[in-house]
């Protein structure tokens, strides 16, 4: 997913501070990641040790490290299982060559013949596997919320934000997800369709986009101009052509009152996406509102984290760089 968050001491100890405070001893970040096959989210390791992770991911195949995880958050619940936006049983499952491509959706061999990805997606087992809604996970849980959610379901992210309660998804501070921009599996959920759908139900700003690439050559145009050693480099200097969308949003706060929690916390998220300009915006409504000094604190500590020196430094360079 998007990059992980490198942080100072000073941001630390403020996040620290907030996160000690009762109002989240009391009722703890909830995070979810869907799609834990080689990792978690990288992003909270800054907030784990204060948050309730919950993670899903039914391909164990590389899911050794899901142990030592456990350490990092306050509670981490692992669930072997997909996450189905409407069925709480059994679906059929496609296993492929890469656990990270798996699906519950049938790869588009065909369409992905050409792609230097299509190894990763060569399925090796279509087994049955169990399912779970989100919806059921927070009955299961007692979960209220769910603060930030980092969905990479390969072809799902859309449908199962939208099998949430309007009011469970209204209130996600932060939300990653990974929609595709061409066709690697069967009726998949494209980008067009995601930003669609979050502009007709409004409530969040992008915050993060970055389109990964692929490297389009069909394997008979590469065995006829390329041979040995060339026909295994190729796929690495050929340009890119978009595949993916990796794709962040912060909630705006427009659909949602303003509390304290979701204030503060909203601040760590805007942080962790180095959205400054935003963080500071609710580092002010929150003194406004509540008018309290951990605001003021708030906000000193995203103008010490704004980056004023790089760009002054780089028009500089180019400035002089041209006599």
């Given at each position: 997913m998007l990059?992980?968050?490198?942080?100072?001491?000073?941001?630390?100890?403020?996040?620290?501070?907030?996160?000690?405070?009762?109002?989240?001893?009391?009722?703890?970040p909830v995070l979810v990641d869907i799609g834990a096959a080689t990792r978690l989210c990288g992003k909270w390791s800054v907030i784990g040790k204060y948050s309730v992770?919950?993670?899903?991911?039914?391909?164990?195949?590389?899911?050794?490290?899901?142990e030592k995880e456990d350490s990092r958050f306050r509670r981490l619940c692992f669930f072997p299982q997909l996450v189905h936006d409407s069925i709480n049983g059994e679906v059929d499952f496609y296993l492929t060559a890469s656990p990270e491509c798996s699906?519950?959706?049938?790869?588009?061999?065909?369409?992905?013949?050409?792609?230097?990805?299509?190894?990763?997606f060569q399925v090796t087992e279509r087994r049955r596997m169990k399912s779970v809604t989100l919806p059921e996970v927070m009955r299961r849980l007692n979960l209220a919320r769910i603060d930030a959610l980092k969905s990479d379901s390969?072809?799902?992210?859309?449908?199962?934000?939208?099998?949430?309660?309007?009011?469970?998804r209204q209130n996600i501070l932060a939300l990653e997800v990974e929609p595709g921009l061409i066709d690697a599996y069967k009726g998949e959920d494209k980008f067009?369709?995601?930003?669609?759908?979050?502009?007709?139900?409004?409530?969040?700003?992008?915050?993060?986009?970055?389109?990964?690439?692929?490297?389009?050559?069909?394997a008979a145009v590469r065995d006829r101009y390329f041979t040995g050693i060339r026909g295994r480099l190729v796929n690495t200097l050929l340009p890119g052509s978009p595949g993916w969308c990796e794709t962040a949003f912060l909630n705006d706060y427009s659909k949602i009152e303003l509390t304290e929690r979701n204030c503060r916390l909203g601040w760590i998220m805007a942080m962790i996406d180095r959205q400054y300009g935003f963080a500071l915006e609710l580092a002010g409504r929150g003194e406004e509102r509540f008018g309290k000094p951990i605001y003021r604190e708030l906000a000193a500590c995203t103008l010490k984290?704004?980056?004023?020196?790089?760009?002054?430094?780089r028009k500089c360079c180019r400035k002089f760089l041209k006599f």
């Open positions: 990059n992980e968050f490198h942080t100072n001491t000073d941001c630390m100890n403020i996040f620290d501070k907030i996160l000690q405070d009762e109002i989240f001893l009391q009722d703890p992770c919950i993670a899903f991911d039914p391909d164990l195949r590389q899911m050794d490290y899901i699906s519950c959706l049938e790869p588009d061999t065909e369409r992905l013949r050409n792609w230097n990805i299509a190894p990763f390969q072809g799902m992210d859309l449908r199962l934000l939208a099998s949430l309660d309007e009011t469970v067009w369709m995601l930003l669609e759908y979050m502009g007709k139900t409004g409530g969040f700003r992008m915050s993060d986009c970055r389109v990964e690439q692929l490297r389009y050559l069909p984290k704004m980056p004023f020196w790089r760009p002054v430094l």
